[in-house]
C-alpha cells in the first residue's frame, strides 16, 4: 500500500537518498482518520484537551480582532498533514491557481507548505543534488542562503553571469552548449536556480522575454527550475489591481502554458505576512512535491500548525486571493517609497564613488565601489568601525571547495533603516571611500 502511494518515474534527476525516502506506516494511516465511524488506537497524537489553550486570537491593525475558534484552535495545535493544514492549502492553491494559472484539477501539480522557503529550497537541494556528482547552475551573484546549504553538502556550482535584468540567457546557452568540450569528466547540469524578480542580492529581474528564452534553453536542455521568487509581489512595475499594469507572469505559468512539467517554484509570506512565522510554499510537479513531503515527515513533521492556521484566517480576513494581494499592492508601494530613498540618497552622497541601476523590485540595492577591487576588507572593518552595515558583495559568489571570491560591489538593503538613517549611512560610506 506504501509503496502504491509513490509516483516517481525517471523524468527528474532525483538523488539516492531521496528515492529511499518512503512514507512511514503512522502518517500513511492518518488522512483514514477522518473516516466515518473509525477508532483510532493508532495515533502518537497527544490529547488536545491536556493544552493550555483553547482559541487564539489576533488583533489587527485594521482594528478587527480575528479569532480562531475552539475547533480552529485543536486543529492548529495537534499534529497535522505533512503537505500542510487543508484550510491553508486551500488558500495557497486559489492563489497559484490565480497568479500563475494553474490547474491542479489535472493533478500534474501540487503545493506542500515549507518553514519559510529556505525550508523547501533545503529539501529541494537535497532531492535533486548527488553531493560530488552533480552540478547545479547558478546565478553569479546568488542568494547567500542557498550558497550556505549547497557547500557543505559538496554539490559543484556553476555561475551563470547576470546583470541588471537577472540571468543572462546568452551565458547560460554558452554554458550548456560547451559543457563537454569545457567539462569532459562532469555529467551535464539538469537543474538551474534562478531568483527572477528583485534577486537577493543583485536586485535584478528577469523580463519576460528573458523569461522565455531561458525556459526554451530548459526545454532543448532537459533542465528543471528552481524558481526562488520571494520578492514576487514586491514589483515596483507590476500591481495585482486590475486596472494595474499586472506583474511579469512566473517561469511556473510560462511551464504551465506550455503545458510542461519542469519549474519547481518557491513562495514565502516572509516578506507580505511575517518572516517569524515561517510560512512558505513550494507548488509544481506532484512527484517532486511528495518527495519533499517525504523528506518532511523524516525532518520536522509538518510546519507549525499554529503559524499555518493564523496565516489561513489572514487569507480569510483580507478576503481570500483578491484582499492578499491588495494588502501585498500596499507593501510593495513601502518598498518602492524606501527604495527611492536609498537612490536618491546614493545619487546625492555616492555618485562619483559608485555605479548601480535601481532595482524593480525586491529590498536590495547592489552597488559597485569604483576604484575598489574586493569590497571585503572596506565593508567588514572600515564600514562596521563607521557604525554602517553593508554586506560585501563576495559573501554571494558561487564558488567551489576552497575558492576565494573577491567583488568590488555591495548590497545594501532598504527595509529597515529610517530615509534619515539610509542617507547617513551614506555619507559615513563616502567619507570611507573619499579617503
Ligand atoms: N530565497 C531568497 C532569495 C531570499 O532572499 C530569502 C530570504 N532572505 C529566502 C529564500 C528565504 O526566505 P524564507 O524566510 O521564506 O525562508
Redesign the pocket.
Known amino acids: 500500500m506504501i509503496r502504491s502511494l509513490l509516483r516517481l518515474d525517471n523524468r527528474y534527476p532525483v538523488t539516492s537518498a531521496s528515492r529511499l525516502r518512503l512514507p512511514s506506516a503512522i502518517r500513511a494511516l492518518q488522512p483514514l482518520l477522518d473516516t466515518e465511524g473509525m477508532i483510532s488506537l493508532g495515533g502518537g497524537m497527544p490529547n488536545v484537551t491536556t493544552f493550555p489553550i483553547s482559541t487564539i486570537e489576533l488583533k489587527m491593525k485594521d482594528g478587527a480582532a480575528v479569532v480562531l475558534d475552539e475547533g480552529e484552535t485543536r486543529a492548529a495545535l495537534q499534529y497535522s498533514a505533512s503537505r500542510g493544514l487543508p484550510c491553508l492549502v486551500s488558500h495557497l492553491k486559489s492563489l497559484q491557481s490565480h497568479v500563475h494559472g494553474l490547474d491542479f484539477g489535472r493533478g500534474d501539480h501540487d503545493v506542500i507548505v515549507t518553514n519559510?522557503?529556505?525550508?523547501g529550497?533545503a529539501k529541494a537541494f537535497e532531492m535533486l543534488l548527488e553531493p560530488r556528482v552533480d552540478t547545479l547552475l547558478v546565478e553569479s551573484p546568488t542568494?547567500s542562503?542557498?550558497l550556505a546549504f549547497l557547500g557543505p553538502a559538496s554539490v559543484n556550482l556553476q555561475g551563470v553571469q547576470t546583470d541588471e535584468h537577472g540571468l543572462i540567457p546568452s551565458d547560460l546557452r554558452r554554458v550548456l552548449e560547451g559543457w563537454e568540450g569545457s567539462n569532459p569528466s562532469r555529467k551535464k547540469p539538469r537543474v538551474l536556480y534562478t531568483?527572477p524578480t528583485g534577486?537577493?542580492p543583485s536586485g535584478g529581474s528577469l523580463s519576460l522575454a528573458r523569461k522565455h528564452e531561458i525556459y526554451e534553453l530548459a526545454v532543448e536542455h532537459d533542465l528543471l527550475i528552481l524558481e526562488?521568487d520571494?520578492y514576487y509581489y514586491l514589483d515596483f512595475e507590476g500591481s495585482s489591481s486590475p486596472d494595474g499594469p499586472g506583474r511579469c507572469p512566473s517561469l511556473l505559468s510560462i511551464d504551465e502554458r506550455a503545458g510542461g512539467a519542469r519549474v519547481l517554484r518557491?513562495d514565502?509570506f516572509?516578506k507580505l505576512l511575517s518572516?517569524g512565522i515561517?510560512v512558505?510554499f513550494a507548488t509544481g510537479p506532484a512527484e517532486l512535491i511528495e518527495r519533499i513531503e517525504l523528506h518532511t515527515q523524516a525532518t520536522m513533521l509538518h510546519a507549525s500548525g499554529v503559524s499555518q492556521a493564523v496565516v489561513s484566517k489572514i487569507f480569510d480576513h483580507l478576503g481570500g486571493v483578491a484582499g492578499f494581494l491588495a494588502h501585498v499592492d500596499q507593501v510593495t508601494s513601502f518598498y518602492q517609497e524606501r527604495r527611492d530613498a536609498l537612490v536618491a540618497s546614493v545619487e546625492r552622497h555616492l555618485g562619483d564613488f559608485v555605479e548601480f541601476e535601481p532595482p524593480k523590485a525586491g529590498m536590495f540595492l547592489w552597488m559597485r565601489l569604483k576604484g575598489v577591487k574586493d569590497s571585503n576588507d572596506l565593508i567588514m572593518d572600515k564600514a562596521v568601525e563607521k557604525k554602517v552595515l553593508m554586506v560585501p558583495g563576495a559573501s554571494f559568489i558561487p564558488t567551489n571547495g576552497d575558492e576565494h571570491p573577491s567583488s568590488s560591489f555591495v548590497r545594501a538593503s532598504y527595509s529597515t533603516a529610517s530615509v534619515e538613517e539610509m542617507d547617513e549611512a551614506c555619507q559615513r560610506l563616502r567619507d570611507l571611500l573619499r579617503k
Open positions: 519559510g522557503s529556505q525550508d529550497l542568494y542562503g542557498s531568483i534577486s537577493n526562488d520571494p518557491f514565502s516572509s518572516a515561517r512558505g
